[in-house]
């Protein structure tokens, strides 16, 4: 079906160069409920078709690919990120009407994320990432001269498989785009979640550029099918993969030993707000910009907000902080409703809700608000905690604390599973609070309000987009030096 007009119809996923459709077992996964429903057909490949696809991504990558110059990728990429953020665009028209089917999420958040996110993809945003990790971004294109002497040149996998996960609305463009930049023929598993958009980038690229269509597949298989896993770790030259870490542990026992691997594990992300935003004048905004990143895709992203530590000493006091962030939190339930929980979900939310309310029967000055209708809680703790999860879904912990100094000390414990501290504060404050966050794990520091935005060319946990997925090939010096003696003009 074009572009999802009838929801009642199933909507075929991935793109599958190579294959022709009718060629290929479909496994239909049903979102919503009722005439509303949307049922989307996933691809299940055999081993022969996953070999198939595999040697097409390969061969069209080796063949057209790999000879672009980096700046044509980049305007192909430009080229569909423009048609998506034209709300006038059939396909970008599909992906309103249907994402919020799939994800559960209200529609005006999709249509208000999805254009924010698709911005840092637009051709200058691009060459930010390419301009982060490499000091001459040309090196993608041909030999270049190195600092040492010699000459240098990056070269992407031959084929790069993402494993996806989530069901944030096309959170997949990130790294499939960043294989992109690098040439590398591209084969991504769709979640299970979220099983549209990145087919629908795929088959929009191939329509703008169809050979570059054939440099990328879009696959699906269930979790935890380690056959199908199999079948496709052994195709691949490098591994991306993104999921809770048992998931990633499974996965990297099946990856080869020559493969290499890079996981992206779950995260926890934290806020810190300043005395000097808890003044009449800058506490309600400061307030409506924590419960922006607090709302904005339930907390399903790792850089969601789960703990906001505040400052005592201020005009407001931490409980003050707290009243308004409800406040806040209620005014984006009616504007952005919660989307509705699975029972488990529901249970999470309900146990941890209860759990907050115990602690208030200790005297310690614990204050807990929360939505009678259940769509959100605010949990103000007068006690010394540290980070500590909640049930995510607009869940909130609200610690108080003395200084912000004493947060890096508080949050060091969880180095491992730390990511992004949105911050409220002075700039002084600011730079003197970043490097004991950054020793203590934090990879991204950003304002309040912007934890669910990361800019172009964010160091993804610390890490490079781009320059993890390439190898460098080096012209060293004394190659030169020979070769100018074996030379037809030298003497």
């Known amino acids: 079906m074009a572009f999802g007009d009838d929801p009642s119809v199933i909507e075929l996923a991935g793109h599958l160069p190579g294959l022709p459709p009718d060629a290929v077992e479909r496994r239909v996964l049903t979102f919503g409920a009722g005439a509303a429903a949307l049922r989307v057909a996933v691809p299940v490949l055999d081993a022969g078709q996953v070999e198939q696809v595999a040697a097409t991504v390969r061969a069209a990558a080796r063949g057209y690919l790999k000879t ?155 979790g935890g099918d380690a056959a199908a896993e199999r079948a496709w770790l052994a195709q691949a030259d490098t591994v991306v993969a993104y999921g809770g870490n048992a998931a990633l542990a499974a996965i990297r026992d099946r990856v080869p030993v020559t493969t290499r691997f890079l996981p992206y594990g779950h995260k926890i992300s934290f806020a810190l707000v300043s005395r000097a935003a808890l003044d009449p004048r800058r506490s309600g905004e400061t307030a409506r910009l924590a419960a922006h990143d607090i709302a904005r895709y339930d907390q399903q992203g790792c850089y969601s907000p789960q703990t906001l530590f505040v400052e005592r000493g201020g005009r407001l006091s931490p409980q003050d902080f707290a009243a308004m962030l409800a406040h806040e939190l209620a005014v984006q ?94 700039p002084e404050e600011l730079f003197r609070l970043a490097g004991p966050l950054g020793a203590a794990g934090v990879t991204r520091l950003c304002a309040l309000g912007s934890m669910t935005a990361p800019e172009a060319g964010w160091h993804h946990d610390g890490r490079f987009n781009l320059l993890d997925l390439v190898t460098v090939t080096e012209i060293e010096r004394s190659a030169e030096a020979l070769a100018e003696g074996l030379a037809r003009y030298a003497d």
């Open 68 to 222: 672009l110059p980096t700046a044509h990728i980049v305007a192909v990429i430009d080229a569909a990120i423009q048609r998506l953020l034209d709300r006038e665009d059939p396909w970008r028209r599909m992906a309103e009407r249907l994402l919020p089917v799939v994800t559960g999420y209200d529609s005006e958040m999709v249509r208000l994320g999805l254009t924010g996110y698709l911005k840092t993809f637009r051709a200058h945003e691009l060459r930010r990432f390419l301009a982060e990790d490499f000091a001459n971004p040309l090196v993608l294109d041909e030999f270049q001269p190195a600092p040492k002497g010699g000459f240098t040149r990056a070269f992407g996998p031959d084929l790069l498989l993402h494993v996806w996960a989530g069901n944030v609305p096309g959170l997949p463009l990130w790294s499939l785009i960043s294989g992109l930049l690098v040439k590398s023929g591209t084969v991504g598993k769709l979640p299970s979640a979220e099983p549209l958009f990145a087919g629908w980038f795929a088959q929009l690229l191939a329509e703008i550029d169809p050979r570059l269509g054939e440099c990328l597949a879009v696959v699906w298989w269930k």
């Open 333 to 426: 339930a009616r504007k952005h409703p919660r989307r509705v929980l699975s029972m488990a979900e529901a249970g999470e939310v309900a146990g941890w809700r209860d759990g907050q309310a115990m602690r208030g029967l200790d005297g310690s000055g614990h204050l807990l608000l929360s939505d009678p209708a259940g769509g959100w809680c605010v949990s103000c703790i007068d006690a010394p905690d540290g980070l500590a999860p909640t049930a995510l879904n607009r869940t909130i912990s609200v610690v108080a604390v003395d200084d912000l100094a004493e947060v890096a000390g508080r949050v060091a414990p969880h180095r491992a599973v730390l990511q992004t501290a949105g911050i409220a504060a002075p």
